[in-house]
């Protein structure tokens, strides 16, 4: 258990829908990040956030958008759903965005555009 | 960043050990070298992590060579659990070791 909580697990829904991921990080964790990863395919990097402040931008899509509230846990929202955007979505926590670290991931969440 | 470059599998045998090799020629003065292990489904999970020489934990060792442009995971008497993809990333800091790249497929086989 790496201690970061991911919800929920598993999420069907169609096209042109929208929903939310939610990502609780390690207690004491001030970054947190967002990845996606398709079918067989690496780790795509989206977004950094640190202590409620977005710190770096990956591969993000327009259509999707993040935050961190100060209680330190982050939103991930997917909105105008694509089949292409069904993938496995991973938070990861560390304690600092400036200093050597490893990245502790939650279990993801699975999500399936129909 | 540094681009890291590994083989796409491997295959082994239960008990043997395992030598995944990361090539990182443009690796800066600050970068660290960290591994990465995950199983299908499941979120990534640290490893090792190393600046030069030699490091070893209960799991692994890192062997990194003086240029720095390469570094060695080593995996002692594999087991089946150990089938999992490996990635290799360079950075300074968890800020910017952000890129995973495709990772190395391990194939353990009885």
């Known amino acids: 258990d790496s201690g970061v909580t991911q919800t929920p697990k598993h999420l069907i829904t169609a096209t042109g829908q929208r929903v939310t991921l939610r990502c609780s990080p390690r207690s004491g964790d001030l970054s947190v990040y967002w990845y996606q990863q398709s079918l067989d395919q690496g780790l795509q990097f989206l977004i950094q956030y640190y202590n409620g402040e977005e710190r770096a931008k990956g591969n993000i899509l327009e259509r999707f958008s993040a935050q961190q509230f100060p209680d330190l846990h982050s939103e991930l929202n997917l909105s105008s759903l694509e089949l292409g955007d069904s993938a496995l979505y991973f938070c990861a926590s560390s304690v600092s965005s400036g200093q050597i670290g490893e990245l502790f991931f939650g279990e993801g969440s699975r999500l399936t555009v129909l | 960043l540094a681009k890291t470059t590994q083989p796409i599998s491997m295959d082994s045998y239960e008990g043997q050990e395992v030598n995944i090799t990361c090539s990182h020629n443009?690796?800066?003065?600050?970068?660290?070298i960290t591994w990465y292990q995950q199983f299908p489904s499941q979120g990534p999970r640290f490893i090792i992590q190393?600046?030069?020489t030699k490091v070893t934990n209960e799991v692994a060792s890192l062997f990194i060579p003086a240029d720095r442009k390469s570094s060695t995971l080593s995996l002692p008497r594999v087991s089946l659990s150990d089938t999992a993809v490996y990635y290799c990333?360079?950075?300074?800091?968890?800020?910017?070791?952000?890129?995973f790249g495709g990772g190395t497929r391990l194939m353990v086989k009885p």
């Open positions: 990333l360079v950075g300074y800091n968890a800020g910017n070791m952000l890129t």
């Open positions: 190393g600046y030069k």
């Open positions: 443009n690796i800066a003065t600050n970068d660290y």
